[in-house]
């Protein structure tokens, strides 16, 4: 068997220090990783369709209708990566590309444009043939162009016992599937199976995640704005219940505590329904949380999403708040403006 290229030999040798660790974090980032590109990709237009597949057997499969990418950049893809080029516009998704490769048990990618179609397999992080363009054989391939990747995750690098969660996959999905209107996402598994789409967006998230309440609102507010290079969309709704439930995203990774763009997102909001009432004075976040359901999102250079520690739970980029809540307020005073509030009580 060849060789490990020196920086497979590294991935392999310290993976928690590419993937965050060797437990549960580690091993669903592998998954992450191309979910996360395939969704970039559909942001730009690439890819509108994607299937997602869990096996008995560990292996995960996505197979996609984006563009391929072509055969003699893949062994350099999967193989190499250097750091100090890290801020080339490539580099994100050749590292990322290269971790699920070296810490795969077994990686096949399978791709296809127009009349050829190539493979490439793999096992512990060495290419066990290189892609090699041939005539399309097989019609059956969904649209003209496209790529399948299946990997099973080398068990020897990771804790032991550790399996994929049908329902935690499956959340991820959904949550791309609504940071990403434009895209489908067949998730399949011996347990599950469900198509994800959400022609609203965010304000589609919101819908589900109200749908068993009573609402205050007819439909969700959605507002989108623009922060200097970060783009800022959020969607809520209010309903008769005392509970609260933030879901915020930073180029779609899910910042589970929060961060300055929910911050700022509240901001805007208290002073929005503020300007609607008679004393026009921002409310205070706490007169705003109670039955309110609120997903922000904000997508931008990563060198702008900065995060408070390592597992990217807070996001704590330094002005966001602020830019946030100034781009966020006027929207936000339209819309409940066009919104029937009267649901509301407390924008008079």
Known sequence: MAELSPSVASVRKRPGM???DTGEYGLYHLVYF??????AEARGSQLQQLIFSLGEDGGVELLEDGRPVPPDELPDLLTRWEPHRATDAYE?????SLCVFALSEHFELEAWDGSRQWRLR???GVLLELPTPEPRQEPGHPGPRGTRVRFIPDRTLFEPGLTFNVRRLHLRCRELAALTPGLSIHFRSPRLQDWLQYPLGLGGLVQELTEPQLTRLQTPIMAEAQWEDVQVRCALQWSRGPDCQVWSFANTVRT????HHVDGALDAL???VGRMGRRKKPRPHASLLPGLTLVV?????RSRMVFAGP????????????GVASALTPVLERALRDHDTDGVPWIR
């Open 270 to 272: 208290g002073a929005a």
């Open 34 to 39: 191309l979910l996360d590109a395939a969704a």
């Open 122 to 124: 793999g096992q512990a």
């Open 18 to 20: 590419y993937v965050g």
């Open 92 to 96: 994100p998704l050749r590292f990322e």
């Open 297 to 301: 999102a904000v997508d931008g250079p």
């Open 311 to 322: 597992t990217k739970d807070l996001l704590a980029t330094e002005g966001l708040r602020e």
């Open 256 to 259: 589970r505590k929060g961060g």
